[in-house]
């Protein structure tokens, strides 16, 4: 300040305003420490829209974090330049490869980071270095990889000059630790010399730890599980353990995690949440208001900078909510409800009102639909020898909104078959020939969703150029409104 007042007057309006500068700098340091809520963004969809859409979708929404699966060329393409922080992924069933081989690793990185840092390229923060690779399902059949993918993967980051701005990380399932109360948090016996080794190597780089959390799962696999803890709400079933007290899921499973790092001598490494949500269809406990009470609750708890019994202010660095989109192709094997995990709707749209820190979610934009029009049961046929086409449809098409819990299970038996029809006619791209099931089936421009039952239109499949293109002519145009006139006056 001294300094300052000898100065002539231009020199000193210059001074304060670097001194403002500084001091700015300085408090958006201390914002930067607060967590940044990202997206996961899964493409295991049957209908996806264009990257370029998506990207756009999370600019629109201020989400400026995005973790990937891999690295699909034509999504990192669509977030070329966008400024966007991402995550990409190394699938499991590559890790063998990369640990036997260091000329595989280097080809990765090159191929797949090194590739994209360039000026106008995408800004790759971390390489998730497989996915949950500990999973008990999984039967141990990766996890001696991950350790050696690793150290071959630093030595190619090095290589590249990549080491300093690309960090390498392991999303974990929080079924590779376990205990009854969170102090008590240990890794399983099994695992940890494993995950000794990997987090002191994610140490010495200034790598976080990545765990995927899902109170969801706790309730759906546990009848005895307290609902109301899986929640931010307060709970009737608070968990007392010695001096701490924990009102939900999400905390007492963190501190097991840190009681767990605490414990191979690492209670200190910084943690990022790699997947946390709640689905929105296919289960009982899987519906709109669910979803919306405990994203929003998760979101405020970790805004608010609170943390937990035992990191107090130190919320995880940063949180990837699961998930961004609906992802229709997924595998059902955990429950139906995996295919339906997206704060939005395989097309963009929000599915409930949810506020990320930057107001409500909005829309897709420009998001290029099919044309407006469904395939149904024609209501003039006998649908007795209806079942063999409705398990094929759905046997590619997804119908997993029918089924117990699902918003589509009182549809009725016809309305069954119709929405089965559909699911099939729209991943077939409105092909009118798919719509036929032995002239049972009809089109029509009166959308049938009922209720809280969505009829799908699908969106223009960007990546395939071989997709169909309905000619339409006049002709049949006409005909199928002159039909919906007359169902419509029936
Ligand atoms: C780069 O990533 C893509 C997508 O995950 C993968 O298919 C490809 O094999 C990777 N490249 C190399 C050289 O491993
Ligand atoms: C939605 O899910 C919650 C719990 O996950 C459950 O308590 C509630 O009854 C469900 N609501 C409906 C309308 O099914
Ligand atoms: C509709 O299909 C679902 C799933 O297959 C089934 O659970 C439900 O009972 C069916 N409804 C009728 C009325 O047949």
């Not at 797949?112 to 690779?133: F, L, Q, T, W």
């Not at 223009?460 to 002709?475: E, K, N, P, T, V």
Request: glycine share 8%.
């Amino acid at each position: 300040m001294a300094l300052i007042t000898l100065l002539p007057k231009q020199e000193q309006t210059f001074f304060s305003f670097l001194a403002v500068s500084v001091l700015l700098f300085l408090c958006w340091g201390v914002i930067e420490v607060e967590s940044g809520i990202g997206v996961n963004w899964g493409t295991i969809s049957l209908h996806k829209m264009s990257p370029f859409t998506v990207v756009d979708l999370l600019k629109q929404n201020k989400i400026q974090k995005v973790k990937l699966f891999d690295a699909d060329p034509a999504v990192m393409k669509g977030l070329m330049g966008s400024g966007l922080e991402v995550m990409v992924g190394i699938p499991n069933d590559m890790l063998a490869g990369l640990s036997s081989s260091t000329s595989a690793a280097d080809l990765w990185v090159a191929q797949n980071v090194s590739r994209y840092m360039v000026k106008g390229g995408v800004n790759i923060k971390y390489v998730a270095v497989g996915n949950e690779p500990f999973l008990t399902s999984y039967s141990g059949q990766y996890q001696s990889y991950v350790v050696p993918a690793m150290t071959n993967l630093l030595q190619s980051l090095a290589k590249a000059n990549l080491a300093r701005n690309v960090k390498l990380v392991v999303p974990c399932n929080a079924d590779a630790y376990e205990s009854s109360l969170p102090s008590q948090g240990t890794f399983r016996p099994e695992l940890t010399p494993i995950i000794t080794q990997m987090v002191s190597l994610l140490n010495s780089n200034g790598s976080p730890f990545v765990v995927n959390i899902y109170p969801f799962l706790s309730l759906y696999g546990n009848s005895d599980f307290p609902q109301d803890y899986a929640f931010f709400e307060g709970t009737t079933h608070a968990v007392t353990d010695g001096p701490n007290v924990y009102y939900n899921a999400f905390d007492g499973n963190l501190d097991t995690l840190i009681a767990a790092l605490a414990k191979i001598g690492y209670g200190q490494m910084p943690i990022v949440i790699g997947e946390v949500g709640w689905p929105t269809d296919g289960a009982l406990g899987a519906n709109l208001t669910a979803a919306r009470v405990f994203n929003q609750g998760l979101v405020n708890h970790v805004l608010s900078n609170k943390g937990t019994p035992l990191r107090p202010q130190v919320p995880p660095m940063d949180v990837y909510l699961f998930s961004l989109l609906d992802e229709g192709a997924k595998s059902v094997l955990p429950g139906n409800f995996e295919r339906h995990w997206g704060i939005f709707s395989f097309d963009g749209q929000s599915k409930y009102p949810l506020n990320l820190g930057n107001g409500l979610l909005k829309n897709a934009k420009d998001v290029e639909y099919l044309p407006y029009r469904w395939c149904i049961a024609n209501p003039l046929k006998d649908l007795a020898e209806v079942t063999n086409h409705v398990r094929l449809a759905c046997s590619y098409a997804d119908c997993t909104t029918l089924n117990y819990g699902g918003s589509c299970n009182e549809i009725g038996a016809k309305g069954n078959i119709s929405y089965a029809f559909n699911s099939y006619y729209q991943l077939q791209k409105q092909n009118p020939r798919s719509c036929d099931f032995d002239g049972l089936g009809m089109v029509t421009f009166l959308n049938p969703s009922i209720g809280k039952c969505r009829f799908l239109v699908g969106v223009s499949d960007y990546a395939s150029s071989s997709g169909f293109r309905l000619q339409d002519s006049w002709i049949s145009v006409l005909l199928i409104l002159l039909w919906d006139a007359w169902l419509f006056l029936m």
